[in-house]
């Protein structure tokens, strides 16, 4: 069966031996753009791995379009970290302070004096706020050369696909249409930005769909791979939706390698013997493994929590106005709420995943189902389904998803969800804290 449905199978430890001494290695715009959000050290472990293969480097002409539009707008949102936490110290300080300060220890207590406490606490903040200021002041800023940039620059010299006629964009354009429609991977589940305010865009005089972003890098790494008979490929991506890895639900989600469409579409279409993918923390794990390459173990650890939250968070991805998440709790709201600056909907989409098909989500399916707003809400599907994405052990009170809630004001249905979702957890009490295992 091997022969017939290789796409299944993982290669032998033979073939990736041969695959990591060979193989061209493509890159993804994402994981060039993760190069900002990595420490210092991971960032120049993953640029030497990447100088050691230097000559076997290739970059499609859409994803390093992606990178040179993304860039900036990833460096903004990097020194916008240094003021959330500087706020979020600010709070701390202040809260413990006020709650310190309501116990009225000096008058109250003969033992407790809470002030060698508070001025320890201020010295070791003053500490932090010196160190973030050192960092903040060595991170690159959109007017400042860019190192990243020029070592990319140097590293990618004759090293990125042709520009395409307008004409190639516009055959996969209406070949993405029945793609998508059939779900054939990669990009489906990019559908929705074509709903998006800049659901298209021009570049280099080349129109382009947003929604075909990964189709187009997919294309171009076909062509590519066709045109130079390349037999050993390597796809270097931090993209985890899984229109590009196969995974199972298995306690979590596990990933078990790329979708088996992928692989057999670069056999057939491109030519390729030996083909697979990685995300930019197994490509350094493995290039340490297979050649060799001085990689520490924090880097890796590093690379991978970066990943992470790059995955997890909002703020490098505006929320839209029109999204699906959007339109489905405003049809839940009794009057308009501003979407403009949608708590609501940046801490439900946190919850869910950007990553996640929208369509097919729990949420969505649940959300489906609630007609009207007279939902007896402890018995609703949406409560249940945010009880799952919850969890047992939150503390609800607590919980970014009840501040969010507890956010939106002139409307019934926050309140209605607040506490009905608290009744639909018995084990979340809102006035408790945390429920016990």
Known sequence: MKAIFPGYYRPTEEALTELWQKATIAVDANVLLNLYRYPTSARNDLLATLRQL?????????????????RLRIIVSQH??????????????????????????KKRHALINPDKLLMDVKMLFDSFQHDLEALEQGHPDV???????????????????????????????SQGKSRYK??????????????????????????????????????????????????????VTDDEKDDWWWSIESAGRKTVGPRPELLDEMRREGGVVTFYM??????????????????????????????????????????SADSNLTKAFAGLQPRKVAWDEPELAKALAGVQGISAAWNESELAKAMAAIQGTKVAWNESELAKALA????????????????????????????????????ALPDVKPDDGAAED
């Open 54 to 70: 230097s000559d076997r480097l290739f970059v499609p002409y859409q994803a390093a379009l992606e990178y040179q539009r993304n």
């Open 80 to 105: 916008k970290r240094f003021g959330e936490v500087r706020t979020i110290l600010k709070e701390l300080q202040q809260r413990l302070e006020g709650q310190l300060d309501k116990l009225q220890l």
């Open 143 to 173: 007017f400042d050369e860019d190192e990243i940039r020029n070592t990319l620059d140097e590293l990618l010299q004759g090293r990125v696909g042709p520009r395409p006629d307008q004409s190639e964009l516009d055959a996969i354009y």
């Open 182 to 235: 059939e779900r054939i991977p990669p990009g489906y589940m990019d559908e929705a930005k074509s709903n998006d305010e800049e659901s298209v865009y021009v570049a280099d005089g080349l129109r382009i769909e947003r929604q075909y972003g990964d189709l187009l890098v997919w294309r171009q790494l076909l062509e590519n791979t066709a045109k130079r008979q390349i037999k050993q490929l390597i796809f």
């Open 278 to 319: 990685y995300n930019s923390e197994r490509f350094v794990q493995y290039a340490k493994q297979y050649l060799g390459a001085e990689v520490k173990q924090e880097s890796i650890d590093q690379i991978r929590e970066a990943r992470l939250a790059a995955e997890s968070q909002l703020g490098d991805e505006p929320v």
């Open 388 to 423: 799952g994405i919850q969890g047992m052990r939150a503390a609800w009170n607590e919980s970014e998803l009840a501040k969010a809630i507890a956010a939106i004001q002139g409307t019934k249905v926050a309140g209605d969800i607040r506490d009905a979702v608290g009744k």
